[in-house]
């Protein structure tokens, strides 16, 4: 007789690869280093109260929600990485008390009212962005020149390059690569971004896919419209959208093509949004959009599993 054994029963994969929701997530916080440094450089102070706040603030919202809850509290490395996502798609301007505001609804409504990490449908970050810009939108769309590491908390207003008329594009261009430009804190230095979303594809935490289609059908979609393709895809918040956030495990397609499928389609919304919305920008609800639909792509687009045969059309 041999004695028995404990099993564990779980849904499939049944195949760990060693990657536990911390690592990635702080694998994703060490890469989101390079634009908050950026932000960090071109803001100042400024950009410190507010990574700060956003961080802190996500923090100890989830371990008071998870108490109330009565469940236990694990520092997996999510809330910090919501806070931080959040506090780079804010504008340097934007009063500490609304970046607490936008991280506590991020948190609580957005992710744990769905039931915490891996049940919600949204994601938190830009949740809580479109919190904030429907209940601050005068403050969420005040811009101000990049100051450089100042300690003063002044600020020159200035347009976010999509709202404004560019006449010398090769100027801008070199702008947007290196961040001397106005905007939200980890939009503004596009170079920085794209190393990052690089690095988190040669580690295997996101595929190309998703980012990829998303940033293609942006730049086709602008180009067919008679828009500046390379501008299109270089200003705003495409490209911290497309590398961090539609990438997110838990809101986006878990095939290869419905990652595809996804990035067409926030690619394709916004091009929409911003040429024909009431915005500027239309990265995070073009994404939020694409997460409301995940579950039904996710449906229709199943991978047919090993000695199945797809059933032909009757």
Not at 175 to 198: F, K, Q, R, Y
């Amino acid at each position: 007789m041999t004695p028995e054994k404990n099993f564990m029963v779980s849904t499939s994969p049944h195949i760990w690869k060693g990657k536990s929701s911390r690592s990635i997530m702080n694998t994703v916080a060490l890469t989101l280093i390079l634009p908050a440094g950026a932000s960090i450089y071109y803001f100042g102070i400024r950009a410190i109260c507010i990574i700060s706040a956003a961080i802190l603030s996500s923090i100890v919202t989830e371990y008071a929600i998870k108490k109330l809850r009565g469940r236990k509290f694990v520092m997996d490395g999510s809330a910090l990485v919501t806070g931080l996502l959040l506090a780079l798609t804010l504008p340097p301007t934007l009063p500490i008390w609304m970046v607490v505001i936008g991280s506590v609804f991020a948190i609580a409504i957005v992710k744990e009212a769905f039931g915490g990490l891996g049940y919600n449908i949204f994601n938190p970050a830009l949740g809580g962005r479109a919190f904030l810009s429907i209940c601050f939108a005068r403050e969420m769309s005040t811009w101000s020149l990049p100051t450089y590491f100042s300690l003063s908390t002044d600020a020159i207003t200035t347009a976010t390059p999509l709202a404004m008329d560019i006449a010398d594009k090769t100027a801008m261009y070199k702008d947007l690569l290196i961040g001397n430009i106005g905007g939200s804190m980890g939009e503004t230095c596009a170079i920085l971004i794209i190393i990052g979303g690089i690095i988190l594809i040669s580690v295997n935490i996101i595929t190309w896919h998703l980012p990829i289609c998303y940033i293609g059908t942006v730049a086709l979609f602008s180009f067919i419209l008679g828009e500046d393709p390379v501008f299109s895809v270089l200003a705003g918040g495409l490209m911290l959208g497309a590398f961090f956030m539609a990438t997110d495990y838990v809101t986006s397609p878990i095939t290869n093509w419905g990652k595809v499928i996804f990035g067409v389609g926030a690619g394709i919304m916004t091009v929409v949004i911003r040429l024909f919305g009431g915005m500027p920008e239309g990265v995070c609800y073009s994404i939020l959009f694409m997460n409301a639909l995940t579950p039904l792509i996710d449906r229709y687009i199943k991978p047919t599993p090993y000695g199945f045969q797809k059933e032909s059309a009757k």
